[in-house]
């Protein structure tokens, strides 16, 4: 059975930084891309970041690029997603998404059950 | 504002046929594939369409898209109660290099 598995969700300041966690089971990690989408407390889905199977390739959203860093352990079965200069604007549930291909498109059919990240002073 | 514009509520009643539009251009829905998603209240979101017309496994019949040039809808046709959800369609967009989505539209099943 696929699990994603997220952690790391906290409330932070503005301007703090932030890791979250992804960990997977049940399929062979390193064989698909992984997303990252966030939700914003009753507002829709956006999608975030992108990392293909071997972390040769990477994809942000314009609201997130040059402070958020997708990247991945293969050996550990983790996804991760460091944001630097968090901002009131990044507060939701994040979720991690497993991709059905290994350079990822938008097929993203696992979730997790997301962790909520709040930047609030 | 989202790229790709839907109309944020529709309803219908059990037996029913909806459709749901989704709006985009030539850099998104026109020149590459869309994507439904589905999320029932309190989950995480589900893959409901892959590449145009796709359906995962479990995915019944009843949900399906057609697709015209910077357009696209998702049709559901004998609607159910269990059908309301908040509906979100997708696409890679060639001119931001990566996936946005609509604003979603809820579904009510009255």
């Known amino acids: 059975e696929v699990q994603l598995e997220e952690s790391g969700g906290v409330v932070v300041q503005p301007g703090g930084s932030l890791r979250l966690s992804c960990a997977a089971s049940g399929f062979t990690f390193d064989d698909y891309a992984m997303h990252w989408v966030r939700q914003a407390p009753g507002k829709g889905l956006e999608w975030v970041s992108l990392?293909?199977?071997?972390?040769?390739?990477?994809y942000y959203a314009d609201s997130v690029k040059g402070r958020f860093t997708i990247s991945r352990d293969n050996s550990k079965n983790s996804l991760y997603l460091q944001m630097n200069s968090l901002r009131a604007e990044d507060t939701a549930l994040y979720y991690c998404g497993k991709d059905k291909l290994r350079m990822g498109e938008l097929s993203i059919d696992y979730w997790g059950q997301g962790t909520l990240v709040t930047v609030s002073s | 504002q989202s790229v790709l514009t839907q109309p944020p509520s529709a309803s219908g009643t059990p037996g029913q046929r909806v459709t749901i539009s989704c709006s985009g251009s030539?850099?998104?829905?026109?020149?590459?594939?869309i994507y439904w998603y589905q999320q029932l209240p309190g989950t995480a979101p589900k893959l409901l369409i892959y590449r145009n017309n796709q359906r995962p496994s479990g995915v019944p019949d009843r949900f399906s898209v057609s697709k015209s040039g910077t357009s696209a809808s998702l049709g559901i046709s004998a609607l159910r109660s269990d059908d309301e959800a908040d509906y979100y369609c997708?696409?890679?967009?060639?001119?931001?290099?990566?996936?946005?989505f609509g604003g979603g539209t809820k579904l009510t099943v009255l």
């Open positions: 990392i293909s199977w071997d972390g040769s390739s990477t």
């Open positions: 030539s850099s998104n829905i026109g020149s590459n594939f």
């Open positions: 997708a696409a890679w967009d060639d001119s931001l290099s990566g996936p946005v």
